[in-house]
């Protein structure tokens, strides 16, 4: 089971609300997916109306809410937007976007990292969206965020895990969760990123997008649950030479060991 | 600024060029994944045509990746028709003798509220050019009034100094929209022979003042009708991706208004003539492809000025963003709905039918994607 802060999760499925083509469809899809934890952007909220049409359909006994900043260019935007996501979703728990850049979305380190010890300073229980940088992940840790959010590839890509090497580093550092969010366009991507040890992982526009997202989301929790398993179970090593017939260092058997 | 490498650019060069691009020439754009400048003609050029199919396929999948099934909806809320240009296409032209009207703070409340009361949570200020009564002051009140009431405050207005924009910026403003109706200069002095207007290379710089200023989204266009669209279409790419690199924390948005076609009947021989330049829906439908294959993020938008059946069917097909129910007169939505409207509307239907008509597309219709607190 995976810890967060207070919260303890039995599915390891992260999902994003946005992209679906009607909200219908998004509820069916994240109670199809187990998902226990969904984000919504502030920016997409009425946040004087309690009864938001978009949170009425996200199924709240199933999973909580995390608020995200997407739209913040810059710490004090984030900062702001926060605040004003804790009191309108009654929920201290945030997960903070800054992506000055609109044509990537690639996040901004240097204010995350300003947002992010403010925050934890407030109280807030802070997931960064983040490059996938072990330096970075590790001076989030210190300030104390409760996870870490490193991209697989460019939001909404499809790409899969691109940053593969950088993950694996990552991982094998942390002392927070890893959660691989973003660039996830496939279940085999998702069962990847949780077969190298991710902790969890973050889908959106692989599920939102496709034909049908109700069965994809399916897809994405089998792939998510086959991926854990496979990491619990420790995959074979692969080998990287070939088990020559007749092996180069046998001469010397007659010696004894 | 921009005009620099605009004059690097000959207008009857481009548009060759864009004449002669061939069918292996769109052939190789549709394949690759970063697209050129060079790829983009191809795309708008009449060789083009043939690949419509493949382009649409192609335009859809971008766009839904990106964007979504979503489309995000927008209404104009006209403060004024007082204009010193003279346009000649345009029915606030200063030459036109209509009543000129500003609204007042309360007739702005009242027209406010009934666009709110539609749904809307994201407003497009437009008024005329005219200084002296719809200046800075003038937009700085109304952008410090609308705040309370909307997610997202655009507008469409003069061209301003940049000191002006960081104003506005400061009380609230999204995005401004500048279209430079026309990139042929020798043309451009034709359709706007009097007014601030008729400075060609201030209109043309106004996009860099705005991203200077630090503007959030920047809206560019043409007037499709003054020109030949395909050489306009490489013109406003040209300018895109100028901005995109040079200002890169700013999001930019295409439109395409279109003029309705004008027959005239030779008094002489009695032949119909169809003005020069109109352009049919299948273009417009290849140029909104050509936009979206040449850039995933550029937000693509479509008036009313164009037909139900068609925004209908384009909807699914590389389009973002839409307004409905609306009004182009000053007071048009309930303080004097009678008066002259700046163009007609083809789509005359409410808010709530197109959301419906979006819902039947399998799409969701998006009323807030903004939050006051980043417009800081």
């Known amino acids: 089971m995976l810890h967060i802060a207070d919260k303890i999760f039995q599915s390891r499925l992260f999902l994003g609300t946005g992209k679906f083509g009607s909200l219908q469809l998004m509820q069916h899809a994240i109670e199809a997916s187990g998902s226990e934890l969904v984000t919504v952007a502030l920016k997409r909220v009425d946040l004087a109306d309690h009864s938001d049409n978009l949170l009425q359909h996200i199924p709240q006994s199933q999973a909580a809410l995390l608020p995200n900043t997407s739209g913040a260019r810059d710490a004090k935007e984030a900062i702001f937007a926060a605040q004003i996501g804790r009191e309108a979703m009654e929920t201290n728990w945030v997960k903070l976007e800054i992506h000055p850049d609109p044509k990537y979305l690639i996040p901004d380190p240097i204010e995350t990292l300003k947002a992010a010890e403010e925050l934890v300073k407030q109280g807030f229980v802070v997931l960064p969206y983040i490059h996938a940088d072990p330096v970075l992940c590790k001076r989030l840790e210190e300030v104390g965020v409760a996870a870490v959010m490193p991209l697989g590839a460019p939001i909404g890509s499809n790409k899969g895990v691109l940053t593969k090497e950088f993950l694996s580093i990552i991982i094998e550092q942390s002392r927070v969760p890893v959660i691989v969010d973003a660039g996830l366009g496939a279940p085999s991507h998702a069962a990847f990123a949780m077969e190298l040890g991710a902790d969890a992982v973050l889908v959106n526009t692989a599920i939102a997008v496709a034909t049908d997202p109700v069965g994809m989301a399916q897809a994405f929790k089998l792939a998510v649950e086959a991926g854990r398993k496979a990491y619990e179970a420790e995959l074979a090593a692969v080998s990287t030479v070939a088990q020559p017939s007749s092996p180069l260092t046998s001469f010397l058997r007659n010696e004894g060991v | ?376």
Not at chain 2, 270 to 281: L, P, R
Not at chain 2, 334 to 356: N, Y
């Open chain 2, 1 to 376: 600024m921009f005009h620099e490498l605009f004059q690097n650019h000959n207008w009857d060069a481009v548009k060759s060029s864009i004449y002669q691009k061939t069918a292996k020439d769109v052939e190789s754009a549709l394949t690759k994944n970063d697209r050129s400048l060079e790829d983009f003609k191809a795309f708008v050029s009449p060789a083009a045509a043939h690949y419509l199919e493949e382009m649409a396929t192609l335009s859809q999948a971008i766009t839904q990746k990106r964007f979504g099934k979503t489309i995000q909806l927008y209404i104009p809320l006209y403060l004024s028709n007082e204009c010193q240009n003279i346009c000649t296409y345009c029915a606030f032209s200063m030459d036109n003798k209509i009543p000129r009207r500003t609204l007042s703070p309360g007739e702005i409340y009242m027209e406010a509220e009934v666009i709110k009361s539609m749904g809307y949570e994201h407003v497009l200020l437009v008024t005329g050019e005219a200084s002296k009564i719809v200046g800075v002051e003038f937009l700085e009140q109304a952008i410090r009034q609308l705040k309370p009431h909307f997610a997202n405050i655009s507008m469409e207005v003069q061209p301003l100094e940049q000191e002006d924009y960081q104003r506005l910026i400061k009380e609230g403003l999204y995005a401004v929209l500048v279209y430079q109706e026309t990139y042929h200069q020798d043309v451009y002095r034709n359709y706007h022979p009097k007014g601030k207007k008729s400075n060609f290379q201030y209109r043309l710089d106004t996009p860099d003042r705005l991203g200077r200023a630090g503007i959030h989204k920047i809206g560019l266009g043409t007037l499709i009708g003054l020109e030949d669209w395909r050489t306009e279409a490489f013109f406003t790419g040209l300018h895109l991706q100028y901005l995109e690199q040079h200002y890169w924390k700013t999001k930019y948005s295409l439109s395409f208004p279109r003029l309705r076609p004008i027959s005239t009947k030779d008094a002489v021989d009695g032949t119909i003539e169809t003005q020069q330049f109109y352009m049919k829906d299948r273009e417009l439908l290849q140029l909104i492809c050509a936009y979206r294959l040449f850039n995933e993020q550029v937000e693509l938008s479509l008036s009313t000025r164009e037909e139900p059946y068609f925004r209908d069917h384009v909807i699914p097909l590389g389009i973002t963003s839409l307004s409905a129910g609306s009004k182009t007169n000053p007071g048009g939505y309930i303080v004097e709905p009678q008066a002259l409207e700046q163009f007609e509307i083809s789509d005359e239907r409410s808010a709530f039918e197109m959301v419906k008509v979006i819902e039947r597309q399998g799409y969701e219709a998006v009323w807030k994607d903004w939050e006051r607190c980043y417009a800081t």
